[in-house]
Every structure is written in C-alpha cells, then in structure tokens.
C-alpha cells in the first residue's frame, strides 16, 4: 500500500473510532453555540468506516492486478 493510502485509511479508521466512542460515552459536543447531536455521531461512525474499507479493497486489488499481469504476460511469450 503507499504510504499516502496507509495514512488516509489510517485516518478515517481514527475518526470512525473517536465517533463510536462518543456515541458509547455520550459525550456532549458544542461548536460555536450549538449543541451537536450525540446521534450524529452514528453518520460520523459508520460513512468513515466505509470510506477506509472502500479505499483499502481498492488499493488492493490494484496490488493483484498489477502483480497478475506481468505473470500472464510471461505465460502468453512462453507459449509461442
């Protein structure tokens, strides 16, 4: 994985466990006056997460492709 990826899946995996942890404690947030809904912090959980499983699968399955093809490459010259 490069490093920027790691970083970035790092990252949202950070965030997504600071919102499951305020939903567990039920910590109060007030920004700027405004009470923040501890509810809000389900979205704030759960799109995170998907985001830095989406991102890792992708990075993934560019790893096997791009250690695939020079094997099927060396197979097609072999055969000929």
Same mark, same amino acid.
């Given at each position: 994985?490069?490093?920027?990826?790691?970083?970035?899946?790092?990252?949202? &995996? +950070?965030?997504? #466990?600071?919102? *499951?942890?305020?939903?567990?404690?039920?910590?109060?947030? @007030?920004?700027?006056?405004?009470? %923040?809904?501890?509810?809000?912090?389900?979205?704030?959980? &759960? +799109?995170?997460? #998907?985001?830095? *499983?989406?991102?890792?699968?992708?990075?993934?399955?560019? @790893?096997?492709?791009?250690?695939? %093809?020079?094997?099927?490459?060396?197979?097609?010259?072999?055969?000929?």
């Amino acid at each position: 994985m490069k490093p920027v990826t790691t970083i970035v899946v790092v990252l949202l &995996i +950070i965030i997504s #466990i600071a919102h *499951l942890l305020r939903l567990i404690f039920q910590v109060e947030v @007030i920004a700027a006056g405004f009470y %923040i809904p501890v509810w809000l912090s389900i979205f704030g959980c &759960i +799109i995170p997460a #998907i985001l830095a *499983l989406m991102l890792w699968r992708e990075n993934s399955t560019e @790893i096997i492709k791009t250690k695939l %093809i020079p094997l099927k490459i060396i197979r097609k010259k072999d055969s000929q």
